[in-house]
């Protein structure tokens, strides 16, 4: 971690939304680690990831709030005093945004703007992190893709996380909130959710791994994608949150470099020690919004904040299928809501 971002953290109120989900439970840990004072903020809603389990080693250090971040007049008072302001709470099921747009669009628009309202009037000198997605460009006219590739994202979940991405900008461009958006692509790694497709492919996949299951490839797995390691995207968020340099501006995050799905899973089998997988024809509801393959270029946030990846996919698998071997029982069901 960079010096800079080591000090910059130290006694800063720090609010995370969606805190008690994959990434933000982990951010927590990294801010909580820093010396920050951090501030969990969480609805809670159903098959999103959100895990009380995720924040067990450090529960005693972190203060957290069940709050739906919709709730204009809960952020207002949540937001006051709070220096960054990690905005993570977010639906990002591409199957389910289609299935229910109008669910999607309060989710990933309603509620960004909701906390952007919130600190305009209340703390517009809060720096807001905007968590988006390599989903708003759609099918990629090149490869790989950069930061000026135009935006036509194939589902309603990416129409709508553009408009929360451009929200960020929008109020650091017009109100001075100073605000950044971080492109994620495909995040993986400890405490994401592994009951279901929800939030990434990869999830379910060690699931079936660790259960001695059969994975099922759709088409020929030939498609490219690109992983970032969680500890990764941990500190490319720590980076924007420290440097004015990030205001108002988009980056990308990425990979090493791509691989294949067929290849990622034969290297995930290697790493587990045992598994299959078959290839399967397209659902006709994932064919239809299928962006083929798909890898990102981070040269502009390498160039100005000094991020890259540094786990490699091999020993980021590793660190992931021994974590839920250990810790199965806290993520292969929800019984903890009952």
Known sequence: MQ?????????????????????????????????????????????????????????????????????????????VGQEVIFNLAGQVSHLDSMRDPFTDLDINCRAPLSLLEACRYRNPGAKVIFASTRQIYGK?????????????????????KMAGEWYHVLYYNVYGVPACSLRLTNTYGPRMLVRNNRQTFIGPFVKQIVDGQEIELFGDGAQLRDLTY???????????????AA?????????????????????????????????????????????????????????????????????GLERTVAFYREHRTAYWSDEWRN
């Open 140 to 160: 990629p006219d090149y490869l790989p893709v950069d930061e000026r590739h135009l935006l036509h994202p194939t589902d309603v979940n990416g129409v709508n």
């Open 230 to 244: 969680i500890d990764d995207v941990c500190e490319a968020f720590l980076l924007a949150g420290a440097s004015d």
């Open 247 to 315: 205001n108002g501006e988009v980056f990308n995050l990425g990979g090493s470099e791509p691989i294949s799905l067929r290849d990622l899973t034969q290297l995930l089998i290697e790493v587990a020690g045992g598994g299959s997988y078959r290839l399967v024809p397209f659902p006709e509801d994932r064919k239809a919004i299928d962006i083929g393959s798909f890898y990102s270029d981070f040269t502009k946030i390498r160039r100005t904040l000094g991020w890259k990846p540094r786990v490699s996919l091999r020993e």
């Open 3 to 79: 010096s800079n971002v080591t000090d910059f953290y130290v006694g800063k109120r720090v609010m995370v939304t969606g805190g008690l989900g994959f990434i933000g439970s982990n951010l927590a840990e990294c801010l909580v680690n820093l010396g920050a004072e951090v501030l969990l903020v969480d609805s809670l809603v159903r098959d999103t990831g959100a895990n009380p389990h995720n924040i067990a080693p450090i529960r005693d250090r972190v203060t957290t709030r069940t709050v739906d971040v919709r709730d204009v007049l809960a952020m207002e008072r949540l937001v």
